[in-house]
């Protein structure tokens, strides 16, 4: 088994054979999941904090059951309502937490690089669950997980990844995995919604949709922040769904056997027609959120195991 | 024992055999929480998630005591901030949320009939914690539990329920229930608080306290809303409580050994004058409190039990 | 062992060998925590209850880990978005809450009292995480154990506590606890900042900084609350910092090897500058943090250990 991180910050510094490794255990999980099967052993002693200084209902419960599963005391600390309000810094928002011992601390933060930052200041092991429009890589590896579950394996496909990329983290962290397993990756948007570092990324480009799903094996749709269209980002809803929302018609030109993807929460008939997202054929769109308390699992486990390796040979000085 | 629901959605679709079954099990657990003595066995690795789409302080803390006392893994997810805000179907968040693998889901909802839906979407058992002005029938059975207790029996009591019954699920429940069970029930209230279809409920109609309460066993007070007084459903407070709120007085007309119910949260002085709520002789209105939550043990006990054995049987499908 | 108490509702009537034989324990928990050891029979089978009347995530998730690795179950209760705003009493909030049977009740609330009115209406032990202007006894005993391991010894210290003494409790627990145990406690604040009833305090008053240093083993700062500013209690934040904040300079009155204590979150440039809050041979403020955790639970023990016996003994009725 490999997988060396203390952290799990980003795709970027994931070697290949991590994030098989990781993904493999997120497998054994998924599978005592679906049995009802626990291993409370697995973080008995351990306190998890969930720390969200932007409110996220669905991950954080993912992060919240896949550490109760493995038997983590599991705390959450909402931060809107909390001394950040009262104009404490990060980091000293991160010492005080540290000074309470936790063993694994989940953060979501509005600003790319904030969780990093964070993970620099305590002696626990830290999972980005978001950071600004940088890296979410749990989603990323719980979308790896779903297509290789769908595919059979996670390389050598042609992956397609269709709307508001820009502004998204989802994306960012797809492009670096995808890329690093050896897949195709394309993205598909419109000009505006196209980062501007597109030519560094090492993907291919389309503002079409038929031409950008032009015989892909996977069909990755993003959401649309409804804050974009009063950024004057995207005309309309309607003219938005006419263009790059996913249809049957659209869906046609990706291969027969084509999966469809969607991170959640959907905006039907703006990205995607409900009839696609329900296809129970082609869509895996629960298969996602299924794999994503899986993966969380692993990535946990892992990490926590790191960390006991790394307490007990003395490298990490508990205050 | 008998006891074949999926679900709890209702007091409609439940057998008087059925709500017997319920309360004699109630019974026992309210006896194990005066002794302070959990069964943390009997939803052991069992994920229970509380999913409030209306905030309920009480109703959420007596479910989430109840599901730990029986040792699940709680998990309370605030739909006011999640989500559906962001413009998710319903059906979409129960989807996202079967894909996790809850065992036991206890749903309140603004809308009548919602939770039912959802129910109809996952694979684990769902108890409905009030759905609009549909139901809520833990309230009804923890009022049936109290009364049943005080009184020895629960069947040919006359039972008077007090004040805005037309908007109120509590009513509805406890008037099907009770109705079950072979009471003479009672409605009182202003005309504008009286639902329209109450000729077809079986029950007597009063729109004058001292008539209505003559002779009573039972005098269930409802919480007035404070936002029926600005619709205009009531001329002010001071007239209101002066006509229906329960004091001494009126009280008086009931039977010598007459219980005084409320389901809370009371407004002193509106509904009830505060000498009676805290009469210990007549209120029971710290006891349903105390039956809420064993009567959401009971209830999750049963659930649970019907869960594994359909999952034992294959007919429940996991995923 | 001496600590007799049912509750922890202030300073005030503990007894000097009550706060020792609590800071003792403390100190035990301290040492468990650092090495990842939880005692999860402490508190086994029991319900912990955390009621914020108002927000702190800091000082209630403080209580909630103490609580997790004691191994109750525990529960918060965000009474923001409660009852309360439905209108009902407090002692019915209390009467409800105590009908649920649980064993330990941390409250916040903002007025001063209403947290020992609440313990007198209930049947468990109850602690006050802070209540208006009055107590926070939890924090002033997390000081107490912060000195006692810095300095080694609670007694014969001079301590100056600097800042907004007026509007905090945590400056009139700090004082009642300091002065018990025999140490010398001045008061370094503006006149408008400064308590009207200071003379009754048996302290020294000082309103300029360097004089009111000078010498002195302990550095106590107090969080400013924005909201004085608005108050006109000071003229502004810079001109606040250039007379009361500590920086070096002011530090060098103190002994050369005084601690620096604050209670958190801090203004960075208001009331404290950030290179003294970041000097590790000064500042215990993370100490004092971690120390929070180890008072908490200590406290929960002993109040635990008494209502059982209370229980035992038949002293306290469950229902």
Chains 1, 2, 3 share one sequence.
Do not use: W
Request: with cysteine; glycine share 8%.
């Amino acid at each position: 088994m490999t997988f060396n991180a203390a952290h799990l910050l980003g795709i970027e510094h994931l070697h290949p054979t991590e994030i098989t490794t990781l993904l493999d255990l997120a497998d054994h999980y998924a599978e005592q999941n679906r049995k009802g099967i626990q291993s409370k052993d697995v973080l008995a002693g351990m306190t998890q904090v969930n720390m969200f200084f932007e409110n996220s209902t669905r991950t954080q419960s993912s992060f919240e059951l896949a550490g109760k599963r493995l038997g983590a005391d599991v705390m959450n600390m909402s931060m809107a309502t909390s001394s950040v309000k009262k104009g404490e810094t990060l980091i000293d928002t991160a010492l005080t937490l540290n000074a309470m011992h936790p063993d694994i601390l989940v953060v979501r933060h509005g600003s790319a690089g904030a969780v990093s930052l964070l993970s620099q200041k305590v002696n626990c092991a830290v999972l980005n669950a978001g950071d600004g429009r940088h890296e979410h890589p749990t989603q990323a590896l719980l979308d790896a997980l779903t297509i290789r579950r769908a595919k059979g394996r996670l390389h050598r496909l042609s992956i397609a990844i269709c709307g508001d990329i820009a502004h998204s983290r989802v994306a960012r962290s797809n492009i670096m995995l995808l890329g690093k397993m050896e897949n195709r990756v394309r993205l598909i948007a419109p000009p505006t919604l196209m980062p501007s570092e597109v030519s560094e990324l090492g993907v291919e480009v389309y503002d079409d949709m038929r031409e950008g799903l032009k015989d892909v094996d996977v069909v990755m749709m993003l959401r649309l922040q409804k804050e974009r269209m009063d950024g004057g980002f995207i005309p309309s809803e309607r003219e938005y769904f006419h263009r790059y929302g996913l249809d049957a018609e659209k869906l046609s030109y990706a291969k027969d056997d084509a999966i469809v993807m969607h991170p959640g929460p959907m905006n039907r008939g703006v990205e995607i027609d409900g009839s696609i997202a329900d296809d129970i054929n082609r869509s895996v769109i629960q298969t996602q959120v299924e794999m994503g308390v899986a993966v969380r699992m692993a990535a946990m486990d892992l990490l926590a195991r790191n960390l006991r390796e790394r307490r007990a040979a003395g490298q990490v000085v508990t205050v």
